[in-house]
C-alpha cells in the first residue's frame, strides 16, 4: 500500500542534499572577496610609482634570482604606465568577482583565480618568502593569494546555469 505522498508504511523521505546551496554560497562569498579585493585595487596609492618601488621591487629582495629576476623586470616594465596596468589588475579582480556571482559564469570563472594568485603570490608575496628562509605563518604564508585559490578549489561549479545574480537556492 502507497500513501499519498508515495511514500510506503515505515519509508521515510530520503534527507535533502544541501551540498549544492552550500557550495552556492561559498562561490558567493569568494566573488564577493574579489569584489572587494579590486576595490581595494582602486585606491589611488595603488597607481602611483609607489605600487612598484613600495610593494613588487622589495618583494625580489633575499630571493634566489630565478624568483627575484622576474619581478625585476616586471616592476621596471610596469613602472612608466603603472596607472594603466593597476587599472587592469582591478579589472581583473572586479571580473573574477562578477564572473563567481552570476551562476552561468561559474564554472569558466574557477580557472581563473588560480591564474591570478599564482602571478600575485611569485611578483607581489615573494613565493611567500618560501626560499628565503623566513617564510612563517606568523609572517603570513603561505599568503593571501594560496588561500584564495584553495578556496576556489574547494567551490566546484556543479550548479546548473541560469542568469540570476546571488540566487542561493537552485531553481
Do not use: K
Amino acid at each position: 500500500m502507497v500513501r499519498a505522498g508515495g511514500l510506503r508504511p515505515g519509508e521515510r523521505r530520503p534527507a535533502p542534499d544541501h551540498s549544492a546551496d552550500r557550495r552556492r554560497r561559498v562561490q558567493v562569498a569568494l566573488g564577493i572577496l574579489w569584489i572587494v579585493d579590486g576595490v581595494l585595487q582602486c585606491r589611488p596609492a595603488m597607481f602611483g610609482s609607489g605600487f612598484v618601488t613600495g610593494v613588487l621591487l622589495p618583494a625580489a629582495h633575499g630571493n634566489p634570482g630565478p624568483v627575484a629576476d622576474p619581478i625585476i623586470a616586471m616592476g621596471h616594465f610596469l613602472e612608466p604606465h603603472i596607472a594603466v596596468w593597476n587599472a587592469l589588475f582591478a579589472a581583473v579582480q572586479l571580473g573574477i568577482g562578477a564572473g563567481l556571482l552570476m551562476r552561468a559564469t561559474v564554472r569558466p570563472t574557477l580557472g581563473a583565480p588560480f591564474v591570478w594568485a599564482l602571478a600575485v603570490w611569485w611578483f607581489g608575496e615573494r613565493l611567500s618568502g618560501l626560499l628565503t628562509g623566513t617564510a612563517s605563518p606568523l609572517s603570513g604564508a603561505p599568503g593571501p593569494a594560496v588561500l584564495y585559490s584553495s578556496s576556489s578549489a574547494c567551490s566546484p561549479g556543479r550548479e546548473q546555469s541560469g542568469p540570476a545574480l546571488f540566487p542561493v537556492v537552485a531553481p
